[in-house]
């Protein structure tokens, strides 16, 4: 994208205007705050009567304009017809996208779990951070950090029963200690159908694991 904003020659940030709908990147890998139906509803609503009030927050790399913060209004703006979003640029790196994204979903509700999960593995993995510094950048406890990554690769429906809150996350992490696709399934739908406490489900787990290992 040509800049037409003036980024590069911008000394003094941040930069507060009109972008054009089209010319913001939402990144593959972020976490979106889950809004009710009904606020849904009204959200939506309100965007095509007074337009976007509350201007969305993107970060500029040196080549794109990409967002943090702000996706149901830029959706919005666009599926209205508006041409541009007011909004709030700095400069940055993805890291940056990446890290103010968590922080920005902690603030404002609950994302899914999942999104979470895929924003701390690339940190973690792509940027090469470790959990304390993602913790002091972000806020979150880093015990609950360590739960995130522990069940980065587990089984896709442990993590649909997490978005759903079907199991808590100590559950979960629990339970993708069992690397057997089938025996965790298993014992995932054991616990959903009994509403089983963290503590439960670790023992279980225990038991499970000690079983398995016998049989080798």
């Not at 930069?15 to 889950?34: F, H, K, M, Q, S």
């Not at 927050?57 to 967002?67: F, P, Q, T, V, Y």
Request: glycine residues 6%; aromatic residues 6%.
């Amino acid at each position: 994208m040509r800049d037409k904003y003036g980024f590069k020659s911008r000394k003094r940030w941040p930069w507060l205007g009109e972008l054009d709908v089209n010319d913001v990147v939402v990144p593959d890998i972020r976490v979106t705050a889950v809004m009710p139906p009904e606020l849904e509803e009204q959200f939506r609503g309100s965007i095509r009567a007074q337009g976007v009030l509350n201007p969305i927050k993107c970060i500029w790399d040196g080549e794109n304009i990409i967002l943090v913060d702000g996706l149901h209004r830029l959706m919005e703006a666009r599926a209205a017809g508006h041409k541009t979003v007011p909004a709030i640029v700095v400069p940055g790196s993805i890291k940056d996208v990446m890290l103010q994204n968590l922080t920005t979903g902690k603030l404002q509700g609950r994302g899914k779990v999942t999104e979470m999960i895929r924003v701390v593995k690339y940190l973690v993995e792509e940027e090469h951070m470790g959990l304390e510094d993602i913790a002091v950048q972000t806020g979150y406890k880093l015990r609950y950090l360590e739960d995130l990554l522990a069940i980065a690769r587990a089984h896709p429906d442990l993590l649909r029963a997490l978005d759903e809150e079907l199991i808590p996350l100590g559950a979960a992490k629990e339970l993708a200690r069992i690397k057997e696709p089938e025996v965790m399934l298993r014992l995932l739908y054991q616990v959903i159908q009994y509403r089983m406490k963290v503590q439960d489900v670790k023992e279980l787990v225990d038991k499970t694991l000690e079983v398995l290992e016998k049989r080798k």
